[in-house]
């Protein structure tokens, strides 16, 4: 590309001197004194001038195209996204090449080269009915990778023949290949049905320049997608982990563990069934513990070899194996403790699956245990519980036995009033461990969860009943005021009755235990809306915040009051009353002030 030697004033003045040379030549020309010296100077610098113009409009162009370039760079820099990037790279184009129409054309999946931009010189995207282009010219500069341009494809030998560049009447065309980490990804395309003679080679260049930009921020925009859908796809994972960790943590019961884990793996796979397996080292084999969709991968046998080869390699390697299936071992601590099988219908697992699926097996592996562990755990606490049941049993047979015995020693023949005051200690005595026997049974049930509660609906006034004359003596013999505060017509609860009158006679006995003689004891029974509320207040010794909070600790008892030492007690009775009354759906609140009194409360619902 030449350069102009004058600046554009410089050209103003040098075309204005030239018109007025030109009239002068005319001048002479008319009146016949022609020095042809002079004539042959003058036309030498008219010539020179219209060199200098010629190439002062070809720098104006390359100055267009270089703003144009760099309208395109900056459009590729300031957006990632693929259709604006598209469209705009092409209205660039379509201003500077004067051209009618623009294309962009990717070659995608299938192998075809489709349109992703169809613009206008109005910077509109194209309809259907304007799609026509000659696909005979990209397809070429897709193929042979060489750019192309006619001036007049009516006229020329290469095109003048084919359809479309006749049924078009097309004049203008242009197109130049799209270059992306050496390969050809697609083409620019662009034509002027109207005018011939519109693209030079020139604009060739630009278009190929423009090609060359594009491709780089069709690739970047491309790779940014991708990645933008691959961290989506990795964050989605990531919260399905989440919740299939939250799932598993729950989840102590190995089997539920084993299906959710063998469900959510396959789906993350991309796997239409799956089977998993256990192993047993001694019998040397696996056996199918869950399986997943339908034909799952050995789901005709229950017991597999471990000299099968598939698996022998999984457990010999304590790596996911892919053989047809994908076989993932599950591991824990170094050994290969079970294994899935996955199978899908023509998918090949890759990478990213093969990894999900492992630490998917890794989670299981851990749940599993957990739940073996919590197994282990809900094995011993039965021991425990039937061991303590026995114990009861057997301990509450010689009792019985020693306090007949005792209370018929005084039928037998008359006793002294030392004899009497023995045998009292000794049924006082084996009544205190009667009520520790059967404390510490119901607590041992109570946390192995073995407590049967019996909920029916009951009469509470005769329950009620029962429970006074229960406290009855000891409330008269500690000098107390008892009064009872039961409403006259109250409707049935749902309760279990045995359990209601156990809860009651422990709440009266602490009343009546932890007030100094003397005190004011109330019982009181209301109806509360669609329940029964049932209260205990005592005038006693109270307790403080932080001892209120104790009350449900097994063997807490305010040790460090006199008053407390002095009365008899295993600090086992209120955990058992509170974890009655939650199982027959109540609460219990209690409200208490050290020195002036304590309240114990809760609502049992209507029948
Ligand atoms: P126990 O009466 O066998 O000691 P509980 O479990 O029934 O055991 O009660 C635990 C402790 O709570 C008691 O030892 C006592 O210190 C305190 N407590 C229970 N009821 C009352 C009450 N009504 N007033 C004051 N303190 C109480």
Redesign the pocket.
């Known amino acids: 590309m030449s350069e102009s030697k004058r600046t554009g004033r410089e050209l103003e003045i040098a075309l204005s001197n030239a018109k007025q040379n030109i009239t002068l030549l005319r001048t002479q020309l008319q009146t016949g004194r022609i020095d042809a010296k002079y004539f042959d100077q003058r036309l030498e610098a008219l010539a020179t001038l219209l060199e200098d113009i010629d190439a002062e409009n070809k720098n104006v162009k390359s100055q267009r195209r270089v703003a144009a370039l760099y309208e395109v760079s900056r459009v590729i820099g300031s957006s990632l996204n693929l259709q604006t990037v598209l469209d705009q790279v092409m209205d660039a184009i379509i201003q500077l090449t004067g051209a009618e129409r623009g294309f962009l054309m990717l070659l995608d999946d299938d192998g075809k080269l489709n349109v992703k931009v169809a613009r206008n010189f109005d910077q509109e995207t194209l309809g259907k009915e304007d799609m026509a282009f000659s696909r005979t010219i990209t397809r070429q500069v897709f193929e042979t990778g060489t750019p192309v341009v006619t001036t007049n494809a009516q006229e020329d030998p290469r095109y003048a023949g084919q359809a479309s560049i006749i049924a078009h009447a097309m004049r203008s065309i242009m197109a130049s290949p799209l270059r992306a980490r050496g390969q050809i990804i697609g083409v620019v395309y662009v034509d002027n049905r109207i005018r011939a003679g519109l693209f030079s080679e020139e604009d060739l260049d630009a278009l190929d320049a423009f090609a060359t930009q594009a491709a780089v921020a069709l690739d970047n925009a491309r790779l940014y997608t991708q990645t933008d859908a691959q961290l989506q796809a990795r964050l989605e994972e990531l919260q399905i982990l989440q919740w299939i960790d939250r799932q598993l943590n729950e989840s102590l019961d190995a089997n539920r563990t084993m299906h959710l884990t063998l469900e959510w793996a396959s789906r993350l796979a991309h796997a239409h069934a799956a089977s998993m397996g256990l192993i047993d080292y001694n019998e040397g084999a696996i056996y199918i513990t869950a399986t997943y969709g339908e034909r799952s991968p050995f789901a005709d046998t229950m017991q597999i070899s471990l000299q099968h080869p598939l698996i022998a390699e999984v457990i010999e390697a304590g790596r996911a194996v892919q053989d047809g299936t994908l076989c993932v071992p599950i591991r824990l601590e170094n050994t290969v403790i079970g294994v899935m099988v996955f199978a899908a219908e023509d998918v090949v697992f890759d990478d990213n699956a093969l990894e999900l699926v492992s630490r998917m097996a890794d989670r299981a592996a851990i749940a599993l245990k957990n739940g073996q562990l919590y197994q282990a755990v809900k094995a011993a606490d039965l021991a425990k519980t039937e061991f303590v049941s026995v114990v009861a049993h057997e301990l509450k047979v010689p009792m019985t036995s020693i306090r007949g015995y005792a209370s018929m020693l005084g039928m037998v023949g008359p006793l002294q009033d030392r004899q009497n005051e023995f045998v009292n200690v000794i049924v006082n005595n084996v009544e205190r461990m009667k009520i520790l026997v059967d404390d510490l049974s119901d607590i041992s049930r109570i946390e192995s969860g073995q407590l049967k509660i019996d909920i029916q609906s009951i009469d509470v006034a005769n329950i009620a009943n029962q429970a006074v004359d229960g406290v009855m003596a000891q409330m008269q013999d500690r000098g107390h005021e008892f009064k009872q505060n039961i409403a006259p017509q109250l409707p049935p609860v749902m309760a279990d009755p045995s359990r209601l009158v156990q809860v009651l006679v ?1 709440l009266m006995s ?2 009546y ?2 007030t100094p003689d003397g005190g004011k004891i109330t019982f009181s029974i209301q109806p509360d809306g669609n329940a029964v509320q049932f209260s205990i207040q ?1 005038t ?4 403080t915040p932080e001892q209120v909070a104790k ?1 449900g600790t097994k063997f ?3 040790a460090e ?1 006199e008053h ?1 030492a002095q ?1 008899s ?7 058992i009353t509170r974890n009655l009354i939650e199982l027959m759906g109540g609460s219990l609140d209690i409200a ?1 002030e050290v020195g002036k009194g ?1 309240t ?1 409360s809760f609502r049992l619902p209507v029948a």
């Open positions: 422990n602490n009343a235990k932890y005592d006693g010794i109270g307790m009350l807490f008892r305010v009051n407390v009365q007690g295993t600090g086992l009775g209120f955990v208490s304590s114990f």
